[in-house]
């Protein structure tokens, strides 16, 4: 049963992607299966798990210690003399239970680092799945594109094709010259030459989409085109979007949290300067016994306060709290440069979007106007009243703008979303 069971989940799967798949379904199967969305997520587990272990420095610990050694030794007889006696042999045990008094401030360093880290770690497996989303759309983009490239110019074949065999006719009846019908021919062969680069284009980027997706090699996609929205600028705010940017977005909250990391770090070193306290409870026996079975009965207790301070050291420990230090001071730095780096792209990204607004509306009336030119002078190329080269000329115009107002059309929808991530 669950092997038929399973059988249907693949065929299903199967099914799935031998036929067409959306932009939206593209990006989900990117997200489940981006090998860097997966490191990025494990990173995020460790550090929440390192953010545990931190807290757990602060509990106490209970530890064994059974110890056994063996030895010679000599014991003075007389004056001059010794006699060598045979082996020393001891046992030891103690179970202890130290709880940690004061350390200098570095174990609540430790916690408040690795909480942060914690922090930092989440936003990075955000900002890479946004990454993914974003790469993902710029692929399926360029296949998009490319396959209204091919579209276009294979509608551009068809038309010269058509021309091309009335041409012949014209020849014959000697209406034009060979050298119409060979220019022609140039237009053909730099048409069909443009397709399969479209066609490579599209060959190379399904491909990569596959692999972005986790798909086999062989396996068949057919991509369904998006809608592109239309006047995205009016909804947006940009001085509210900016202010909330500065505030609440990915890249701000990376470089916060990394100061946090910083400070944490210098306070820790700070704290290895200080002595350190511990408060313990020992059951153990005093010295060592002959049997192992002695050493257990002779166990007692003892507790008291231990305390543990490093007065020289070459400077070590202050060396490693200066190096803190500058790190912090780096970090600050680096705060205020992603801060000012963060205004400059959002400014960027939404006069790029509202360019590509007014580009879009461009290129959709340079493209009705190239289909209405090109309809005109068909009808003077019939009628005798332009060259084959003006006819051309046309032709080309028609195909280069629609190329053009899809791929302007595709760069605004990625403009808008690029614009959408730096708010995040």
Known sequence: MMKKIAAIFFLTGTVLFAGEITLEEAIARALKHSREVQIAEKKFLSSKIKAKQAIKKALPSLVYLGNYQQSEYERMQAKNRTEKQGEKIGYRQSVTLTQPLFQGGSIVAEIQGAKYYESLFEIEYLQKKIETRLKTIQIYSHIIRAKKELEALRYSKKQLEQRYEKQKVQLELQ????????????????????????????????????????????????????????????????????????????????????????????????????????????????????????????????????????????????????????????????????????????????????RLEILRDSKTKALETAELNFQMEQEKYDAGLISVVDYLDSEKQLREAKVSYYQTELEYYYAFEYYQSLLV
Not at 201 to 214: A, D, R
Not at 317 to 339: F, N, P
Request: hydrophobic share 35%; net charge negative.
């Open 175 to 354: 209406l034009i010259t060979r050298t119409d019908l060979l220019k022609t021919e140039y237009h053909l062969l730099s048409v069909e030459s443009q397709m399969e680069k479209a066609k490579n284009e599209i060959e190379v980027q399904t491909e990569n989409l596959k692999i972005q997706m986790g798909l086999f090699k062989d396996e068949k996609i057919e991509i369904q085109e998006f809608f592109v929205p239309k006047q995205c600028s009016a909804k947006i705010d940009f001085d509210k979007d900016r202010k909330q940017a500065m505030e609440t977005s990915m890249s701000v909250l990376s470089a916060k949290y990394r100061l946090e990391i910083a400070k944490a770090e210098q306070r820790g070193r700070a704290g290895e300067m200080l002595p350190e306290i511990n408060l313990f409870a020992s059951y153990e026996n005093v010295g060592e016994r002959r049997t192992f079975n002695q050493s257990r009965k002779d166990m007692e207790w003892i507790g008291g306060v231990e305390v543990r301070w490093k007065l020289f050291s070459f400077g070590r420990e202050y060396d490693s709290y200066k190096v803190a230090t500058l790190e912090k001071e780096t970090q600050e730095l680096s705060q205020e440069k992603i801060q000012d780096s963060l205004r400059l792209k959002l400014r960027e990204a939404y006069l790029d979007l509202c």
